[in-house]
């Protein structure tokens, strides 16, 4: 079992950056895949980014790409997500997940476990 705490939300102004931290607890962290969601208010929880368990492969969001990195510290259990440029649109409650299944579309419904989320907010 996976235990998820995010932290780094906060109110930024448009162009700013943030980045989340994901923090595990537990030895299997390195064994699960990871991902980032995000939900905005009024919204369906959707995929932003993901990794695979070794960090060597990721897949983004197209209205994130180049803008937003995700990453993992397996020696740290610890997963990132950089987040540059922010605009408006990207305010959301950002979730960290865990999960056995990897693809570049992934789903909710395919991570096992989550965290409780920290509230990004983006002034225009």
Excluded at 85 to 92: I, V
């Amino acid at each position: 079992q996976v235990q998820l705490v995010e932290s780094g939300g906060g109110l930024v102004q448009a162009g700013g950056s943030l980045r989340l931290s994901c923090a595990a607890s537990g030895r299997a962290f390195s064994t699960y895949h990871m991902g980032w969601f995000r939900r905005a208010p009024g919204k369906e929880r959707e995929f932003i980014a993901t990794i695979n368990q070794n960090g060597g492969s990721t897949y983004y969001r197209d209205s994130v790409k180049g803008r937003f990195g995700i990453s993992r510290d397996n020696a740290k259990n610890i997963l990132y997500l950089q987040m540059n440029s922010l605009k408006p649109e990207d305010t959301a409650v950002y979730y960290c997940a865990a999960g056995r299944r990897y693809g570049s579309d992934p789903v909710p419904s395919e991570y096992d476990y989550w965290g409780q989320g920290t509230q990004v907010t983006v002034s225009s």
